[in-house]
């Protein structure tokens, strides 16, 4: 047995994407053992920690590493919402992302006309997901066409808009400062006239 502990859920249509780490710091993304996502997020509380038994998955497609396949789980014990700051912050010190959203994916994102950050297939980054603790603060918007919130950043001359996945509900202000999980989406293209890409997303964070 493994432990995990969860901290991300993100919604993603009728199903459930977890995020959780290892106690040796490995980031992990726990789908079911067919390969796909969760379509319980009832069972996996973040701050809880699991005895999981998994295996690596057959394929795995960059930058989306950290895909296992979770056997069997087990809830043995919880880190109160309150900890779970310091403890993260503590653990992933050396590699929380520091500074604007430039630096966030080995500096290789690229931004759209819209403010949109991405990554393609020019360079695909080492990971698909870590901690930041960006320098300004960020700003809750509501998309006009889906509703769903976003989060702007500006810093000097550059806007990064950035989707929210999350499932607890939006705060209207992200401060300078605080620990927050970022990711990047699925190899997506909105139609065969453009590349496929994987869109910066924020899935929580840990005030």
């Given amino acids: 047995m493994t432990q995990v502990l969860v901290i991300s859920k993100t919604h993603m249509r009728s ?3 977890i995020g959780g780490v290892f ?24 701050g809880t920690w699991y005895d999981i038994e998994y295996r690596e998955t057959a394929h795995v497609e960059p930058p989306h590493v950290e895909d296992i396949l979770v056997l069997s789980a087990v809830p043995i014990g919880t880190i ?12 992933f010190a050396p590699v929380v992302w520091q500074g604007d959203a430039s630096v966030l994916f080995d500096g290789l994102l690229k931004r759209s006309d819209s403010g949109s950050a991405y990554i393609d297939s020019d360079a ?11 320098t300004v603060n960020l700003w809750m918007q509501r998309s006009d066409i889906t509703g769903r919130a976003k989060y702007v950043y500006v810093d000097g001359d550059k806007k990064y808009c950035i989707s929210y996945v999350g499932l607890l509900p939006p705060v209207l202000q992200i401060p300078a400062g605080t620990l927050v999980r970022v990711s990047l989406a699925r ?13 910066l997303q924020i899935s929580g964070w840990y005030f």
């Fill in 23 to 46: 106690t040796d710091g490995r980031f992990v993304r726990l789908l079911k053992s067919d390969g796909r996502n969760q379509d319980d997020e009832a069972f996996y509380r973040i």
């Fill in 15 to 17: 199903e459930y994407c």
């Fill in 80 to 91: 109160p919402c309150a900890d779970l700051p310091l403890y993260l912050g503590s653990k």
């Fill in 124 to 134: 695909i980054p080492s990971r698909s997901v870590g901690f930041w603790r960006p």
């Fill in 187 to 199: 190899w997506w293209r909105k139609d065969d006239s453009v590349e496929k890409r994987c869109y």
